[in-house]
């Protein structure tokens, strides 16, 4: 079977050393931003902030995070072009949802009258929030959502990633306190181009296990 949406795929992969002397251009990081902001979520609840490495003074910032663990992912940060932060709110509350539901009124999705029955929704925040206000576990699958749409985009760019679970969550909590305002980063992605000769992993075959094993169709 041949079509774009599985060429993109195909040709996907984790990049395992970049060229630092490659830079993704800004007219494709603009479509990169819209495409993070227009990313699905449950609720279209947005619990996300987005922070985005670029200069060479926040690159350090987030190169020194690795200080005590995940040394294999430090080389990326100053070789790839961008790193991006994909942060979630781990104490989502109706406040927040009150700004969604706003702009839900005035993008004219929502009527002005309306607006009390529009937090309807927000029930299901209640059932995945704790006695304590937490509910992490539900902001950051939203954001994973955000992450592999994010992932799609560059393919069809032709830019190379990195997705990085393996990060300090605790050491950018405090190197980018400032940007992140609470919200908790436990992702990066660092985006770019690889390095043609050094990359191991750009040539290898795609593996994933075959369509009968994770598909049933009933």
């Known amino acids: ?10 040709h996907r992969y984790t990049t395992k050393r970049y060229d630092a002397s490659k830079r993704v251009s800004n007219d494709k990081m603009q479509v990169i931003y819209e495409a993070m902001r227009l990313s699905a979520s449950s609720i279209n609840s947005q619990p996300w902030k987005f922070i985005v490495i ?11 995070t690795f200080i005590n663990k995940f040394k294999f992912n430090q080389d990326h940060i ?4 961008h790193v991006i932060l994909f942060a979630y709110n781990p ?20 009527k002005l009258e309306n607006r009390e029955q529009a937090f309807a929704g927000f029930a299901f925040v209640d059932s995945n929030t704790d006695a304590t206000g937490n509910n992490a576990t539900w902001t950051k699958a939203q954001t ?26 605790e050491m ?32 290898l075959p795609k593996s994933r296990l075959s369509t009968e094993d994770v598909l049933q169709v009933l």
């Open 1 to 10: 079977m041949t079509h774009a949406i599985l060429a993109d795929l195909t």
């Open 54 to 64: 670029e200069s060479e003074q926040a690159k350090q910032r987030m190169h020194d």
């Open 78 to 81: 100053k070789s790839c072009s």
């Open 91 to 110: 104490n989502y509350t109706r406040e927040d949802y009150a700004k969604v539901v706003d702009k839900s009124i005035l993008d004219k999705r929502v």
């Open 144 to 169: 994973y959502l955000a992450l592999g749409n994010t992932l799609h985009t560059l393919a069809r760019l032709g830019i190379d990633s990195t997705t990085m679970e393996g990060v300090d969550s």
């Open 172 to 203: 950018i909590s405090k190197a980018f306190e400032k940007e992140l305002n609470g919200y908790q980063c436990d992702v990066a992605l660092a985006i770019g181009y690889h390095h043609s000769d050094e990359d191991y992993n750009v040539n």
